[in-house]
């Protein structure tokens, strides 16, 4: 801000916001407000939008945690105080200049600012403001700064939230997934490339990626050019690019980012894993684990609740005379004097991460908030992942999850593309085709619009050649008939048709049988 005031290149309102922030909202509303409150206070030099979040949401950091006083009649911001301390202290002043007042502790800063082109300056008079909180309540409370006057405007149903740390990382990334952030989706904004596409309960995959023999639950989103192998579950994840996940993996909770290894036979549950890290075969990553970059762990052990892991060199991380990657036999600073070798593996490639509070050390007031906000369950799961049971703190064993139940969906399609292919061998009655069809569907419980979804992807895909599709149509059609009575239905079989043509689309004469099928 400062460098700002200095090129004097801002002349007039702007727009303020800061690098990590997720956002959908229609700024025109916004300003309306900042110009009505500007045309009636020549004093207004700033709007701050809020946003209604109640206490304890996920998006709701602790530095998020504020008491915020305003005046309800106008939206003028009396006061900023962090909700963290026991104690509130108001001046008399406060109340006796102002007949109402509210007290609102359900709002957050999104850090979305709309500034007066004075702004930057007042950063240059005041050496001591260091941050944007640090000025606002310089603001409204500093008397040498109290001629000029803050409001707020309350964002009602947009999207706007930080990433401010693990917790709203998480947060922010499954609301993303979920298409509370719309337009701001992965279909929308990825490069063509990578270009995803969006398929049913919140899975995104890209044209590269084709886990056929892997099972992609729900809320998961999987990175160009990445493999997974056989009788791989994956549930509530985000999976970067060019990753390699082996035979019998299952991932939940966990976000893996780019170029990411994962042997046979892990479980990787509730974790970060950063770019270049490596899981070796038999290796199980517990909840709160983070393997930062280029990290090795494993084969065949278990890493507790919340170890991190790093082949960086902090203060804390460990003691270079005493710990080494080059020799098993030498103990780290620990109280239980275990080997890393033990906690890590014997392939490791790393060292344990430990914090002022691990070592005992005293640290500094200011980084209380930062150290409790780390502590915070950010790996707590949300209310609609289901597929593995829930871990507890309260056990002393490493949590493991518990095989997830047969997918219905997937057990539906292997029935549907059995009975297709067996009717079809040897041109049985299609009647008794679609009787086993909905045999199936009443004992998988599938909705009619699985079923019609399903049974558009097996016949699409039983076709071993483009030349013989007419055939096929031709056979299957009066079942697809007598399932598709009305638009909604045809509409399904039409969506299905569309997302199997984007996968398919570098088949020649596709659009000609496609043509002939619709």
Known sequence: MRELSDEGTIRGPFILVTGDLISNMDMRAAMETHQANKEKDKDAIMTCIFKKVMPGHPTRGLEDDVVVTLNPDTNRLLRFRNA????????????????????????MNTYIMICEAHVPARFTDHFDIQDMDSFI?????????????????????????????LRTYASVSHDIINRWTYPVVPDNNSPPEDQYIYRRRGVYLPNSVRPYKAVIHQNTIVGSETTIDRNTHIVDCVIG???????????TNSYIWDEVTIKNDCVIDSAVLCSGATVKQGTTVSAGC??????????N???????????????HMRN??????????????DPDNVSETDVLGADHWGVIYRSDEDTGDSSDDGDDLERAEFNRKWYVRHPDCSEFDEISDSSDSTPVPSDPEPDSDVGFYGEVCDSFKAGYAIQKDIDNVLIE??????????????????????????????????????????????????????????????T???????????QKDFTYFV
């Open 137 to 165: 309540k310089g603001i409204i409370v500093d008397e040498e700064m109290c001629n000029e006057s803050i409001y707020i405007h309350i964002l009602e149903h947009s999207y706007a939230a930080r990433v401010s740390n």
């Open 84 to 107: 963290n301390s026991k104690r509130f202290d108001y001046d008399l002043e406060l109340f006796n200049s102002h007949d109402v007042m509210d007290f609102r502790y359900d709002l």
């Open 500 to 510: 199997w043509a984007l996968e398919k689309s570098r088949i020649p004469d596709t």
């Open 301 to 315: 052990t278990v890493l507790k609740l919340g170890t991190r892991v790093t082949v960086a060199g902090p203060r």
């Open 241 to 251: 690019r060019k990753c390699e996940i082996g035979v019998n993996v299952k991932i």
């Open 437 to 498: 069809v909905n045999a199936s569907k009443h004992a998988y419980n599938i909705s009619v619009a699985d079923q019609l979804m399903h049974s558009t992807r097996a016949l699409l895909e039983l076709c071993p050649e483009i030349k013989e599709f007419p055939k096929y149509v031709q056979y299957f059609g009066p079942m697809f008939i007598k399932l598709a009575k009305d638009r909604d239905s045809q509409m399904v079989i039409l969506d299905e048709i569309e």
């Open 320 to 333: 270079d005379s005493e710990c080494s990657n080059d020799s098993e036999d030498t103990r780290c600073s």
């Open 290 to 299: 983070i393997l930062s970059y280029d990290t090795v762990v494993g084969p």
